[in-house]
Nanobody, 125 residues
Framework: QVQLVESGGGLVQAGGSLRLSCAAS????????MGWFRQAPGKERDFVAA?????????LYADSVKGRFTISRDNAKNTMYLEMDSLKPEDTAVYYC?????????????????WGQGTAVTVSS
């Protein structure tokens, strides 16, 4: 089993920045593909970004966040991050950390076996 705990959410003005963290435990972090998803009120959970197993590995971003968000991971700290810059009101959502022991960078919720409880991000206009 993998436990995931997100932190770093909050209220920020449009154009501002936030950094989310996801601390993982339970399985070797370096064996996990990691991802971020988000769910806005009344909408489905959407893919945001993903990172392959290695700290210097491949990344994948949703078009809506490309160029504004940066995903990273520190395998020595068992932690993944999402640096969010130039935030927009439409980025308002609960952000979820996800992990999977597979090898592919998934963009669907079903690609990930483990989920955190989420951290809320609100961007005011």
């Amino acid at each position: 089993q993998v436990q995931l705990v997100e932190s770093g959410g909050g209220l920020v003005q449009a154009g501002g920045s936030l950094r989310l963290s996801c601390a993982a435990s339970g399985l070797p972090f370096s064996r996990l593909v990691m991802g971020w998803f988000r769910q806005a009120p009344g909408k489905e959970r959407d893919f945001v970004a993903a990172f392959s197993r290695r700290s210097g590995g491949n990344t994948l971003y949703a078009d809506s966040v490309k160029g504004r968000f940066t995903i990273s991971r520190d395998n020595a700290k068992n932690t993944m991050y999402l640096e969010m810059d130039s935030l927009k009101p439409e980025d308002t959502a609960v952000y979820y950390c996800a992990a999977d022991p597979g090898s592919e960078l998934g963009v669907r919720s079903r690609d990930y076996d483990y989920w955190g409880q989420g951290t809320a991000v609100t961007v005011s206009s």
